[in-house]
């Protein structure tokens, strides 16, 4: 299943990249106990940068995400590839409008079962997700003198 989201952030495209191109950025986006990144590597021209994820989504469930960039266009597009009992593929992409970049989120998943209930389930949760992981980016990129920067 295919779905898409954006969010407007009053920044320049070049500073909302440049922080979103280093995945060890994005647990700033969902805060929770329940995620951390395990291992990670930013390469300096963006394709082959990965990064693998573990997340506790219910007591006792513990799964791992590998993801990888396979496209990368500086201030325009990040193509992340990623597996776990679900597999798909997110692309991000950032266009210039006026002082500010437009972000757009557009995912596409499935589960390896190839399981239609399990695929809308899924869906439900992460559109949910989605959208707060956003505005979370927006609130970020546009508070006053805050430049965030990839965790140690």
Not at 10 to 30: H, M, S
Not at 49 to 74: D, L, N, S, Y
């Amino acid at each position: 299943m295919s779905e898409s989201h954006s969010v407007y952030i009053g920044a320049p495209v070049e500073q909302v990249f440049n922080w979103f191109k280093d995945p060890r950025n994005w647990l700033t986006l969902n805060p929770t106990s329940r995620e951390e990144i395990t291992q990670s590597h930013v390469t300096p021209e963006g394709v082959g940068t990965f990064h693998v994820w573990k997340m506790r989504p219910a007591p006792g469930v513990q799964f791992e995400i590998f993801g990888v960039f396979t496209e990368f266009v500086a201030n325009k597009r990040i193509v992340d590839k990623w597996s776990m009992a679900l597999e798909g593929t997110e692309t991000y992409t950032f266009d210039a409008e006026g002082s500010g970049t437009r972000v757009t989120l557009s995912r596409r998943r499935q589960s390896v079962w190839r399981l239609g209930a399990l695929d809308k389930l899924v869906d439900r949760a992460e559109r949910r997700e989605d959208h707060r992981a956003l505005e979370r980016l927006k609130a970020l990129m546009e508070s006053s003198g805050q430049r965030a920067t990839a965790a140690g």
